[in-house]
DNA sequence: AGGCGCTTGTGAAGACGTGCACAAATCGCG
DNA sequence: CGCGATTTGTGCACGTCTTCACAAGCGCCT
């Protein structure tokens, strides 16, 4: 993410769309926000103050604020933030007006259930093709969408111009798999294989990996087990737990 | 997390076993550092200096060294660090020396998928229970392990101390079984639906959400396309591609 | 034994993210 | 019309994370 913006750079800045250049933190945390929103419209809201906004999506509301204030004003004092307003303006930002087309790799046991998933179609996205590597696998029908080869790729992405690859492969064949997108043109991938990819400069790559999250929490469990078993000495790291729940948020994110 | 050290905390300090108290952003690199050990590992490697590890796992290879420092001094100036210590160090920071129990609760597409996914056995976790709260899939056999109801979960806690529990239901189901596992011990939860979970103090929620990363993808894409757009006013924001390849690591995110 | 090249471990500086606390702005009511 | 209640937007201070650059340490070769 080589990506500087000089502070004054001159031209005719204001001409292009705004450009927000938001914090990576914040952009991670923009689709809770807009998910929350979706929820908060459904049950009727019109309007939502950042407090509650905040709680909705599990963070500060004075974070809440200050994202929100990168896009712009879109608040109002003393009364809130217009929910279909700022839904609107998050999607814009998040580039979201467009459905964008997705092109899944590997249909074994994960590739099946993402495949299956409708936070796709929910949320802006589309599956245009399925693919795999294993001939046995060419021909079948999953959800609607026939799988083909994953060879065909400069075929599918003729016929439509691919924004996102998903790798859904064992990892060994990741790497190739990522080659092949780039070179049809993917500048976007989400990699649920568990290895690291090397990738041009200007690809992002995102990754999903459940052993790392399992051995995250794993860490967690060890030390609290570890102070429970230690004799109270120093600050009472378990104090009482207090009357009501609270959302924790517990870092990022995948983020991370 | 309020988890204060007190700098030269007295008492018979030494004899806990260290309990390095090491940074988050360190804590969610080490499994990857671990995988990248084992892969160097099954290659035949002894030992192994911080750039060559660096480059496996992705990251700046000053990082590495610092992060690697947090656990103590297990490398050699001159010679690098040893492979097969190194593993042995980083299992035991992140408690994987005992194989820890997870339940399961959700088979539908994705639990399934969750289900026979072989990074659970492979890494230090075990599969105690497969739950979901539809009796008709109650009873059905995933992978050699029966699905029982949810409402089970008191009997199955009982059987055998679970350390983790995953929530692959959907979102509306979430919240409920959250309490369910709360409720008979369960303080590390890796959820998948796409919402945000209350829970006590002192339980640990790691989230992971396809759409997020999927939007979080369409933002640098929307982003990227801006640009290209625009003539070439200032930086060169997309400069020719470099010769080789280069591992990016786009934050982690799990972390993100 | 001594010197040389390589690699770790770390101090310091800077970038980044977070949260408090408050001024500015808006609405509703008397 | 003015006032108070409410809520946004933000300046500032603080903590965390990253990166550079280099001294300290280690092994090998002569």
Partial sequence: MSQHRHPGVPGRAGAVPALPDLPEATVARLPEYLRALHNLADTGYETVSSEGLSAA????????????SHLGSYGTR???????LLIEQIENVLGLTQRRAVALVGVGNLGHALAGYDGFAGRGFRIAALLDADPSRVGEEINGLVVRHVDDLPTVAAEESLAIGVIATPAAAAQQVADQ??????????NFAPCVLSVPEGVDVRKVDLAIELQILSFHEHRKASLTALPATGGSA??????GFAATDTQEAIGT
Same sequence: chains 1, 2.
């Fill in 238 to 243: 378990l104090t009482a737990l207090p009357g």
């Fill in 57 to 68: 999506a599990g963070v500060n509301s004075a974070k809440l604020r200050k994202d929100l």
């Fill in 78 to 84: 003393g009364v809130g933030y217009d929910v279909a």
């Fill in 181 to 190: 997108l780039v070179a049809v043109g993917v500048t976007s991938i989400l």
